[in-house]
């Protein structure tokens, strides 16, 4: 979940502590806690940015204990050794450190976990020097959809699990070398002096992620779990005691399982290995919201905490914020030559507006559990560099919208488990500015959406024909990374998946050369479609417009076309049962 504050303008923004440069820890530790003046009967803001922040609100004892626990952990883990600093080589530089605090929040936006992580400065590393490759992968949320309608589908457990301090087992590659001061109040007696030399990873280095990343992939591939060549974060298992599926975010495990007895299978040799928490039943994993329906073997996703927040934290819980039924106006076309801010006092309005901020955690809705505002936040997202009280109204509008949604859930399983099939549309020429089409496309299993986009297209169509064949092709290549990732985790697609458009031409197009002189200009690229239509791996299929979901992609609709293209999503409110379950 992206960090919320500050999120207002500069002239209600709280004043923060000015960070503290290479404090006593220890000292400042029990100084702190020892502290009674602190009142305790407030509602806790936010991560803390500093110790003297963490130490002056209501959980100061548990910041407390919790950073107590991570040195503790360090050293037990053998991250370091200790060298005397005439010992690091000429040139080298030695990184300072500094705590950073995380409260990890349950469903309901309660503190449920306090993290407390001691970071190396990374930005001092030099490149070559400190460090070289430093990618790692996550989890792609449609990834994270797969997995949970496979799961739910078929009635399978799922679970979460946590490495603890997952990124100190990372062993850092033989020619990489770290020097890290020790921190102040925990030096090591009598050589107060001396440096860490890391032998391991930390967090904060530009390597951190990657070095456990690595570390993970070598134990989960000694266990006879195979890496998904088209998803490297989700792994998969099949023996005499059953399937194990896993998706891997950072330290976060999603795991389900075909049987009960590989799953502990599972568990314990993670256990062997590392320490983990076993956080049970899947309710609330990288900030989206899982209610489960046994019965119906369907699982609901949703972001209610988040949507809150961000009305919360952007003050806009007004009378001028009352919710709306759609979340754009059908008849705005947002530009830059028209609506951005032209006099000096309008740029000035402009610049004190946390629009950025906004569309940031906007734009995490709507690649989570919300596609009906994934064209809005597209539309808004072109404007990060040059925005107006108009961009900010339409964006206001977006959370207006969220604000009579809240509780709606993006549902997901079925008696369907993985029958693959799709929409794609384009809306020709819908960019008032480069006047290029914008396409978009979802892909469903069985009735479940797990993948959507809304793009603006990289040139100009001149014909709808060719927005509506560019838009089909981009379609198909999300299609084929979908069978890919389903045949990955033992659900192949054995015929062609169905992508519904509602050109004909398109379709026509798709098959042979026709129309030659209107359409020989199309770059080879978008011929794609042609290959992935002969092979028989996605059938194209005429659709009425007003039922292509992909047409809430493309355009702003007006309120009935867009509730009926929401409904066809998977999006509803949850009943008055699930309510009370």
Not at 4 to 29: H, K, M, N
Not at 131 to 159: D, K, Q
Not at 258 to 274: D, G, M, N, Q
Not at 472 to 489: C, P, T, V
């Amino acid at each position: 979940m992206p960090p919320l504050s500050p999120r207002v303008p500069p002239d209600f923004v709280v004043d923060q502590p000015p960070p503290v440069d290479e404090p006593d820890i220890l000292a400042q530790l029990e100084a702190l806690a020892a502290s009674d003046a602190i009142p305790m009967d407030v509602e806790y803001p936010g991560d803390p940015a500093t110790l003297e922040e963490a130490m002056s609100g209501p959980f100061k004892a548990e910041w407390s204990a919790s950073l107590s626990d991570e040195l503790k952990s360090i050293k037990d883990l053998g991250v370091y050794k200790l060298i005397p600093r005439s010992q690091v080589p000429a040139g080298r530089r030695i990184l300072k450190g500094k705590p950073v605090f995380r409260l990890k929040r349950n469903e309901k936006g309660e503190p449920v976990r306090f993290k407390s992580r001691w970071c190396a400065k990374g930005f001092q590393q030099v490149y070559g020097l400190d460090y070289n490759r430093t990618s790692s992968p996550t989890m792609r949320m449609e990834s994270f959809r797969v997995l949970l309608h496979i799961a739910a589908s078929l009635g399978w457990e799922i679970e979460q699990l946590d490495v603890k301090t997952a990124f100190l087992h990372g062993i850092l590659p033989e020619d990489e070398h770290l020097y890290m001061e020790q921190p102040k109040g925990f030096e090591e007696p009598g050589k107060e002096s001396w440096i860490w030399e890391l032998v391991r990873g930390i967090y904060g280095t530009k390597q951190g992620g990657r070095t456990w990343n690595d570390t993970l992939n070598e134990y989960m591939l000694s266990l006879g779990f195979t890496r998904l060549s088209c998803e490297h974060c989700i792994y998969y298992r099949k023996n005499a005691r059953g399937i194990v599926l896993t998706g891997v975010h950072v330290d976060d495990f999603l795991l389900t399982s075909s049987t009960a007895v590989a799953k502990e299978e599972f568990k314990a040799e993670l256990r062997r290995k590392w320490a983990i928490a076993e956080l049970g039943d899947a309710r609330f994993c990288i900030g989206i919201q899982i209610d489960r329906d046994r019965a119906k073997r369907t699982v609901a996703l949703s972001q209610t905490a988040l949507i809150d927040k961000i009305i919360a934290e952007f003050r806009l819980d007004g009378m001028d914020c009352a919710p709306i039924s759609t979340p754009m106006d059908a008849g705005l076309r947002l530009s830059r030559t028209q609506h951005c801010p032209k006099t000096q006092d309008e740029k000035d309005r402009a610049a004190r507006l946390p629009y950025r901020s906004l569309v940031g955690c906007l734009m995490y809705l709507a690649i989570g559990t919300r596609p009906d505002i994934a064209l809005a936040v597209q539309q808004l997202s072109q404007f990060l560099d040059c925005y107006s009280l108009i961009h900010w109204d339409a964006a206001k509008r977006v959370v207006r919208y969220l604000k009579g949604t809240r509780a709606f859930r993006l549902e997901l399983g079925g008696p369907d488990a993985a029958n693959l099939n799709g929409f794609a549309d384009a809306s020709h020429a819908g960019c008032y500015d480069t006047r290029r089409s914008v396409g978009g496309y979802c892909w469903n299993l069985g009735s479940g959406i797990v993948s959507w986009a809304a793009r603006k297209q990289p040139t100009v169509s001149t014909s709808t024909t060719e927005a509506e064949y560019i838009a089909a092709a981009e379609s198909s290549k999300e299609a084929i990374w979908l069978r890919f990732l389903l045949d990955g985790i033992g659900f192949p697609q054995p015929v062609a998946s169905l992508m519904r458009v509602d050109s004909t031409s398109a379709m026509s197009l798709s098959t042979d050369s026709t129309f030659h002189a209107r359409v020989k200009h199309i770059d080879i690229k978008w011929h794609y479609l042609r290959e992935v239509v002969a092979a028989k791996r996605v059938a194209l299929q005429h659709v009425p417009g007003h039922l292509n979901v992909a047409d809430a992609f493309t355009k702003p609709l007006e309120r009935k076309p867009f509730l009926t293209l929401r409904a066809r999503m998977g999006l509803r409110p949850p009943s008055e049962e699930e309510l009370v379950r």
